[in-house]
């Protein structure tokens, strides 16, 4: 008999528990749908009385959502609702884009995402080509890259590195969840032979006679000296 009762208010207790954060995990779910970026957890936790447990709530709210058309994920470090990602396919349409990565800018940001923090000479040294200042320029403009300080070297060339909204576009938690070499490979964007092999193709078009270094195709002119003083004022964007 006493073990009866003595379950009976066990599972009364256990039913207690699940019920006493309703409210808060509702309050935290309309927050989250209200907002129109991702959340920190001590913006969130400022909606709590104090001793609320913020990030148990977060995990029980993604639990909650899990499996369906919208998941509760961390983006950069923050919180919000995105599409399932196995649903992208069927959500995807055509939206005009009224500018258009260059290949510079596209190897540029790639360069600063996994070398950063990086200098402007630097970024043309793995390029292997100068760098049209517009192409800083145009990623700074859109928010993807920022400086984030100056090289203690003559000269004191600014360091750039990406930003939150870098994160935020290409839905990644951290730096350290960008794809590996071997994902890369595996997905066709790198090229899969040796390097010694790939460097002396490069070699043999160069001694070509017809080869021609004072043009940078990617960019489509000549390329500028390179210039490691990023304390210089820009000039006009070239990149389109």
Do not use: C
Request: glycine fraction near 8%; proline fraction near 7%; hydrophobic fraction near 40%.
């Amino acid at each position: 008999m006493d073990g009866s009762i003595q379950t009976e208010d066990t599972v009364e207790r256990q039913e207690g528990s699940m019920t006493d954060n309703t409210q808060e995990l509702r309050i935290l779910e309309a927050v989250l749908f209200a907002v129109s970026e991702p959340v920190t957890e001590s913006a969130l936790a400022q909606r709590f009385p104090e001793g609320v447990d913020v990030p148990a709530l977060l995990a029980e709210l993604a639990q909650q959502y899990e499996g369906r058309g919208v998941v509760l994920q961390p983006v950069a470090g923050r919180w919000a609702f995105r599409t399932a990602p196995d649903l992208a396919g069927s959500l995807e349409i055509e939206v005009k884009v009224s500018r258009k990565l260059s290949r510079a800018a596209v190897e540029t940001l790639s360069i600063i995402g996994y070398h950063q923090p990086v200098t402007r000479g630097e970024i043309e040294e793995i390029r292997g080509v100068a760098l049209s200042r517009g192409t800083l320029d145009l990623l700074l403009e859109i928010g993807w890259i920022r400086p984030v300080g100056k090289r203690k070297t003559p000269g004191r060339p600014v360091t750039w590195g990406t930003s939150q909204e870098f994160l935020d576009h290409f839905n990644l938690n951290k730096l350290s969840d960008l794809p590996g070499v071997g994902e890369l490979k595996a997905a066709g964007l790198l090229d899969p032979r040796p390097a010694r092999t790939i460097f002396g193709e490069v070699a043999a078009k160069i001694d070509e006679p017809n080869a021609s270094s004072a043009v940078d195709e990617e960019e489509g002119a000549v390329p500028e000296p390179l210039n490691t003083d990023d304390d210089a004022a820009p000039a006009e964007q070239q990149d389109a």
